[in-house]
């Protein structure tokens, strides 16, 4: 084969950059529902990410563009390519990002494989009906006091999303290379979820993995160095951090329980976006 007919077979599965969408729909947890990026219009709900991506999207089809988020806090991703990804097919979009396995990882006996089986079965799926697909690799928890230890786990499956997105012509929010997310500020008191500014850093990351223009130093910069925390404050703060969020998490999965088990998707229609 010649070296330009390679290079045609390489572009094959490359996804179209700057595209214009209209019909946006979002599945996964807790981290695609929003949580704890707070909405001051309505108390018991989360903006999130997505939720500041569709604005974007919006901005870029001059207001033509209608929007849904199924996801749900603590879902598995059996539930996301289950449930949820039937729910959005049905909605016809021409966009779906999809996020999800970050709480099957978190398990114990995790297959990493059957975990990438699942996600890329649902590309699949999605793609056969015409529309792009918005995939996300995790963080990388280095600094992370519990999750450091599952560092290989999120890094296998990183690149499992890479591969899959490379052979499906997926895009793909490149989280695990965002060293900003390495700072404890951008993230919640719970130190799973993230703050407002992080979903706003992670949502112009997504725009930008979607082939549109940002100001990448905006979003990718990370914060001047904070104030050095003596070690008795650090281990204050990890006990206090222990006590108050993971040991309830601890107890919720002892009686097989889930923070959404009572939590239905905030927005299960396709409609407009507000403006910012």
Known sequence: MSDDAIDRADQTHLPERGKVWHRYVAIGDSFTEGMSDADPDHPDRYVGWADRLARHLSELADGDLTYANLAVRGRLLADVVGPQLDAALALGPDLVSMVGGGN????????????????EAAVVRIRAT?????????????GAPVLKHLRGRHAVHSANVFSIAQQHGCYVINQWGMRALQDWRLWSEDRIHM????????ALNALSALGHETDREDWSTPLPPPEP??????????????????????????????????????????????PA
């Open 130 to 142: 015409g529309a792009d697909v918005l995939l996300a690799t995790p963080t990388d928890p280095v």
């Open 104 to 119: 099957d990882i978190l398990r114990p006996r995790a297959d990493l494989d059957a975990i990438a089986g699942q996600l």
């Open 195 to 202: 703050t407002a500014e992080g979903h706003r850093r992670v």
């Open 229 to 274: 925390v003596g070690r008795r404050e650090a281990v204050a703060a990890n006990a206090d951090w222990a006590r108050t969020h993971l040991a309830p998490w601890v107890q919720r999965r002892l009686r097989g329980e889930s923070s959404g088990d009572t939590v239905t998707a905030k927005r299960p229609q396709l409609r407009p976006v507000d």
